[in-house]
């Protein structure tokens, strides 16, 4: 049987050599929102890992959208002449495909740095955090500002000014994020969104600014290349979101004419029902994409590429994503092509025998 992972997939005019994607990962190491060396060596890295499409960090659409002083940001020239500096040496080096991911923070920006102190509030050099409600994210965090009307208006034109700078970089792919406790994840879930206008209350009110932006993105994307979002399958808590809520998410953005969508979960607090364990959004992703029509990408602990191969075969979902495997396997894509099919054309001549068991 053929493994279907490892086929090509078109989406639109852009085509990704096989169904394998490097998930965005935070390095929380730009300057003034600025790519620094590091990124080029581990994007570089990354690159050249085998995958179809690599997707560059959760990049903030404005400066109160960082999580840390350090995240890289899309708000400015300077911004964007970097961040096509990069671009460009990725695509002088590599022939993946190349996305990004922008996003805004909301109430879990103004935060320490992970390896300096996990998931803490600044004490210094803080900053006010917007939210969908005044609701802190953890007890010990402070309260956000509830946006009004006024600041919805600034944030959309906030990923509609990163998204201009995005086509101008001759992206492949542009993701929204929607996921992880971020501000878009917030305005969706009922466990942080309390307002009583028109954003909030009713699954349609809590998803109207999520649709708002999303409406922006497409209408300034290019058609010929690809546009995602990364979405709540599940807040894992009671009272918060459902498989129910994402589908219809999911069919709002595929009748807006989204291309995809990838399939997290949880991220809004810590204290939740969820307990880790191997392909946790697997469930997920499999009925989302049973009820849309639309692509579907997952990731979530999917180390075994067995199953992987698997659920792709089985159309359950198109496409697989990888963030630490990439860091602790590198090569496990070039290892597995290697011995299925030792003519391809992806394992670099100089690491086949590297390779044979």
């Not at 208006?153 to 700078?165: G, R």
């Not at 993701?175 to 917030?186: D, P, V």
């Amino acid at each position: 049987m053929k493994e279907q992972i490892f086929t090509k997939l078109k989406i639109n005019s852009i085509t990704l050599k096989n169904r394998f994607v490097v998930s965005p990962m935070c390095q929380y190491s730009s300057r003034n929102g600025n790519p620094i060396k590091w990124h080029y060596n581990h994007l570089l890295n990354l690159a050249n890992s085998g995958a179809g499409l690599l997707m560059i960090e959760a990049t903030a659409v404005s400066k109160k959208g960082k999580i840390t002083h350090s995240d890289m940001s899309l708000t400015n020239l300077e911004n964007f002449k970097n961040l096509k500096k990069l671009t460009n040496f990725l695509k002088k080096n590599s022939d993946i495909k190349i996305g990004l991911q922008i996003s805004h923070s909301g109430r879990k920006g103004s935060a320490e740095l992970p390896w300096v102190k996990p998931n803490t509030s600044l004490k210094n050099r803080s900053w006010k955090t917007h939210s969908a409600s005044s609701i802190k994210k953890e007890f010990n965090w402070p309260y956000p500002k509830e946006m009004t009307l006024v600041d919805i208006e600034n944030i959309k034109s906030s990923f509609l000014k990163a998204s201009k700078y995005s086509k101008k970089l001759k992206l492949d792919c542009l993701e929204l994020h929607m996921a992880h406790g971020y501000l878009l994840h917030q305005f969706f879930s009922p466990i942080s969104n309390k307002r009583i206008d028109a954003y909030g209350g009713s699954r349609q009110n809590r998803s109207r600014f999520l649709i708002e932006i999303a409406k922006i993105v497409r209408a300034n994307w290019p058609k010929s290349r690809i546009l995602g979002a990364r979405i709540t399958g599940k807040d894992w808590i009671k009272g918060g979101l459902t498989i129910k809520d994402s589908i219809y998410l999911t069919k709002k953005l595929q009748k807006i004419g989204f291309d995809y969508v990838c399939v997290s979960s949880g991220g809004l607090v810590s204290k939740t029902d969820f307990k880790p364990k191997p392909n946790f959004n697997y469930d997920l992703a499999k009925a989302i994409k049973k009820n849309c029509k639309i692509n579907v990408r997952v990731g979530g602990m999917i180390e075994d590429i067995n199953f992987a191969k698997k659920i792709v075969n089985k159309n359950e979902v198109d496409l697989i994503s990888n963030a630490r495997k990439y860091i602790y396997e590198p090569n496990f894509i070039l290892k597995e092509l290697s011995n299925l099919d030792p003519k391809n054309k992806i394992v670099p001549n100089q690491y086949r025998r590297c390779y044979k068991i």
